[in-house]
Structures are given as C-alpha cells and as structure tokens.
C-alpha cells in the first residue's frame, strides 16, 4: 500500500483563496494604521483645515488601498478579469430592478439616522457651514472614492476569490461581511456609532447577495453610497 503524503499547512493550497485572504490582511493591517484619522493627527496636525483633509485623507486612503492595489493584486497576482472582479454591468437588468427599489428605500433608512443621537453626533463629520461649495463637493468625491474601494475589496476582490475558489456563496458572503463588519467597531480604531455597526452587519450580507446575483460590485455601491450621502444630509438639515 502506498504511503500517505504527509499533510502540512500547505496541502491543497488554493491560489484564488489563500492569495485573497493574505492581501486582505496586509492590506487592512496598513489601512487601520496608516489610513486612520489618528495617524492623519499624529503626523499632520500642522496642516490648515485639519478636521476636513483628515476625512479626506481617510476616504481617498481607502480607495488607494483598497482599489488600486486590490485591482493590481487582482490583474497581476490572480490573473483575474475585470469581469471576474465584478467590474462589468453583469446581470444589468435585475441591477436596474434593485437600483430603483433602492432609489426609493435607502434615502428612507438614511432618514431613520436622524432618530440616533450617536449617528447625530457623528454624521456629517464636516460642517457643512464652514466650508466652500468646491470643499464640500470634493468631500462628497472622496466619499464616492472610499465606497468604490470598500466594494471592490470586501465585495468584488473578496467575495468572488472565495467563491472562484470554492467556498460556498453564502459562507463567502459571511467571511466578507464579519470582516467590513469588525472594522466598522473600536477594534480598528474607528469607532462607528453602534447602530451603524449593527447595520454593517446586515447590510453586509444583503450587498453580498446583490453582488452575488448580479455579478457585479456597481448595484451596492450605488446602495451604499446613497445611504451615507443622504445620511450626512439628512442629519445636517434636521438636526
């Protein structure tokens, strides 16, 4: 009888998988110590406006991570498609189905916010009064920017490694969602209001799902974005 290989922490590596999850960890670990507002405080407090260009170093500290290195990671490490990224259109009809139900339900659940006195004390976190229009439009920007780079990452470059590589749909929509989940806690230093982490958590598995459908990152990050611009607008005008 022929001898069993012996099993070591490499067998059966899978590329698509272990590649991903590796990335991913290096990459969030630099995020949550170099993208963070209290690295902007420590090294840039000299910097006019302070409070402003740390929101925007923030948000455009996330795309850079998490899209142009992801994408990087993905064309040259993973030899993936834009396709296979979720960077298409995928099943376009039923995205339109969902972006016009969400055109209708996410500026109600941003309305909501305006109910939690942390998501008030925390949301917008400029004030709009102070700032010029081309200021305010260049936050909202870099916010469109962070979105792209969470969906990319956690939903695009995340969900559809797991899935190419094996795991089934829904455990892989629930690895991604404990992940962007637990970065929206103090563990990472950034401090989410409660409520928004509880919303993580479930919203997490419903971008996950939609992504999965449709194959394509573009219907949740349309949700997504729309929540948190009319979140911001909708605290700043009523409360």
Known sequence: MEENKKQTIFSNYNK????????????????????SFSFFER???????????????????????????????SKLIQKDSLKEMGLSFGNWKLGLIICAI??????LLALSTVLDADMVATYP???????QPS?????????????????????????????KGGINPLSAILITTL????????????????????SAIFAGGIFGYITYKTKSI????????LVGIFTDVFIYLLC
């Not at 698509?16 to 993208?35: A, K, P, Q, R, W």
């Open 102 to 107: 969400a055109t209708v339900v996410c500026p």
């Open 43 to 73: 090294y840039f407090s000299y910097v006019q406006e302070f409070e402003y260009w740390k929101i925007i170093y923030h948000n455009i500290s996330a795309f850079v991570l998490f899209f142009v290195f992801g994408l990087i990671f």
């Open 135 to 163: 200021q305010i439009a260049l936050y909202f920007i870099s916010y469109i920017l962070y979105y792209i780079g969470w969906e990319f990452l956690f939903r695009g470059l995340g969900l559809f490694s797991l899935t």
């Open 16 to 35: 698509s998988i272990n590649n991903t999850m590796i990335f991913m960890v290096l990459i969030l670990f630099i995020y949550c110590y170099f993208g």
């Open 218 to 225: 573009y219907y949740s990050l349309y949700m997504h974005a």
């Open 125 to 131: 976190m400029i004030d709009f009064a102070l700032y």
């Open 179 to 198: 992940i962007s989940a637990l970065i929206h806690t103090s563990i990472a230093g950034f401090g989410k209001p409660m409520i928004e982490t509880l």
